[in-house]
T-cell receptor, first 114, second 116 residues
Framework: AQSVTQPDIHITVSEGASLELRCNYS??????LFWYVQSPGQGLQLLLK??????LVQGIKGFEAEFKRSQSSFNLRKPSVHWSDAAEYFC????????????FGKGTRLSVIA | NAGVMQNPRHLVRRRGQEARLRCSPM?????VYWYRQLPEEGLKFMVY????????ESGMPKERFSAEFPKEGPSILRIQQVVRGDSAAYFC??????????????FGPGTRLTVL
């Protein structure tokens, strides 16, 4: 069965600094990978996804993520963080094809300080 | 095109009461998923339904929980005799059916259930 690990429970960065959120997955074949963002009391918004092809994917709000098969990782990055990026970030993996359910990591809470 | 709709957004129940959570998928989507998010946790899959069929309920507790997605109307997640441990945010997602690729799930805003 697939699993997702987000090693960092909480990260604090200064506004304007760069950001990297880590995500490691466990799955035997090529996974479908997703990053979602959740603001307090809100639902999930898709930031970006990886299905195949170029391993560096661009998303909304200036985020990008890189799929590294050798490390089973899909880390999320942003070169310059804005205060509005403070939220909870979830990495998720979908296995197989079609309509299988997503498996989520426990999330990383991002705080942004001035 | 409206997104996934869930109601109510907030629901308060006393222990032993029933909770009914509704989910209307995006237009044209025939697949619905329910996930539960406990405090300080990620989302955990509960059940996956197509119209009139339960496809995968491997994440659903064996007792007190049930789900349906009728031919007409929204999908319903029903929790009977709620207990304090059922307090959580319940998210619904919907997707198309496209055989050739993985189908992106679109999430609703969630229903936050509080059991007193």
């Amino acid at each position: 069965a697939q699993s997702v690990t987000q090693p960092d429970i909480h990260i604090t960065v200064s506004e304007g600094a760069s950001l990297e959120l880590r995500c490691n997955y466990s799955y035997g074949a090529t996974p479908y990978l997703f990053w979602y963002v959740q603001s307090p009391g809100q639902g999930l918004q898709l930031l970006l996804k990886y299905f195949s092809g170029d391993t560096l994917v661009q998303g909304i709000k200036g985020f990008e993520a890189e799929f590294k098969r050798s490390q089973s990782s899909f880390n999320l990055r942003k070169p310059s963080v804005h205060w509005s990026d403070a939220a909870e970030y979830f990495c998720a993996v979908g296995a197989g094809s079609g309509n299988t359910p997503l498996v989520f990591g426990k999330g990383t809470r991002l705080s942004v300080i001035a | 095109n409206a997104g996934v709709m869930q109601n109510p957004r907030h629901l308060v129940r006393r222990r032993g009461q029933e909770a009914r959570l509704r989910c209307s998928p995006m237009k044209g989507h025939s697949h619905v998923y329910w996930y539960r998010q406990l405090p300080e946790e990620g989302l955990k899959f509960m059940v996956y339904l197509q119209k009139e069929n339960i496809i995968d309920e491997s994440g659903m507790p064996k007792e007190r929980f049930s789900a349906e997605f009728p031919k007409e109307g929204p999908s319903i997640l029903r929790i009977q005799q709620v207990v304090r441990g059922d307090s959580a945010a319940y998210f619904c997602a919907s997707s198309l059916q496209v055989v050739s690729s993985y189908n992106e799930q679109f999430f609703g805003p969630g229903t936050r259930l509080t059991v007193l």
